[in-house]
Nanobody
Framework: QVQLVESGGGLVQAGGSLRLSCAAS????????MAWFRQAPGKEREFVAA???????YYADSVKGRFTISRDAVKNTVYLQMNSLEPEDTAVYYC?????????????????WGRGTQVTVSS
């Protein structure tokens, strides 16, 4: 079993930055595909970014160049650095993990989820 706990959400003005953290327990993040998804009110959960144990991270087009996913193997934590935030980024952000490598952008592929952290960007 893998437990995931997100933190770092909050209220920020447009153009500002936040860093989300996802602390994992039960298995090291370096052996998993780790991802961030988000869900705005009335919308489906959407892919934001993913990082595998090998290879480069990748991003949704809507956040490319603004968000950065990274991991700290010592702290067993994954981060999402979010810069140049826009009101459209407002959502609950979820951390997710899985052992497989396929279709990383699909929420249904993930075995483990955190409870989410709210990010609100004001205009």
């Amino acid at each position: 079993q893998v437990q995931l706990v997100e933190s770092g959400g909050g209220l920020v003005q447009a153009g500002g930055s936040l860093r989300l953290s996802c602390a994992a327990s039960g298995r090291t993040v370096s052996t998993l595909t780790m991802a961030w998804f988000r869900q705005a009110p009335g919308k489906e959960r959407e892919f934001v970014a993913a990082i595998r144990w090998i290879g480069s991270p990748y991003y949704a087009d809507s956040v490319k160049g603004r968000f950065t996913i990274s991991r700290d193997a010592v702290k067993n934590t994954v981060y999402l650095q979010m810069n140049s935030l826009e009101p459209e980024d407002t959502a609950v952000y979820y951390c997710a993990a899985k052992a497989s490598w396929s279709e990383d952008y699909l929420p249904g592929q993930y075995d483990y989820w955190g409870r989410g952290t709210q990010v609100t960007v004001s205009s």
